[in-house]
Nanobody, 115 residues
Framework: QVQLVESGGGLVQPGGSLRLSCAASGSIFNIYLMGWYRQGPGKQREWVAAVTSSGSTTYADSVKGRFTISRDNAKNTVYLQMNSLQPEDTAVYFC?????????WGQGTQVTVSS
């Protein structure tokens, strides 16, 4: 059984930084896409960033230039470095991994940006 576990969320002041991690365990192979989504209070879940197995990255316009996604294939782990955080970045952040066997989601980690 595949399990994704996120960590690194918390409370940060505007302008601060956080680094999220998401590690996959279990029988997961050939992950060709890793990504992050978020769901703010009263909002629908939205895509944030993605990274392919070759390292190509894409970002939502709202986070471009502030967030950086990366992955460690050997560890089946994806990261999201978040800088210059703003109150509108407050949300539950979810990681997603896509392999040829299926799509997997983490349970989410709360990020709160507030003074």
């Amino acid at each position: 059984q595949v399990q994704l576990v996120e960590s690194g969320g918390g409370l940060v002041q505007p302008g601060g930084s956080l680094r999220l991690s998401c590690a996959a365990s279990g029988s997961i192979f050939n992950i060709y896409l890793m990504g992050w989504y978020r769901q703010g209070p009263g909002k629908q879940r939205e895509w944030v960033a993605a990274v392919t197995s070759s390292g190509s990255t894409t970002y939502a316009d709202s986070v471009k230039g502030r967030f950086t996604i990366s992955r460690d294939n050997a560890k089946n782990t994806v990261y999201l470095q978040m800088n210059s955080l703003q109150p509108e970045d407050t949300a539950v952040y979810f990681c997603k991994m896509v392999s040829y066997r299926g799509t997997y989601w983490g349970q989410g980690t709360q990020v709160t940006v507030s003074s």
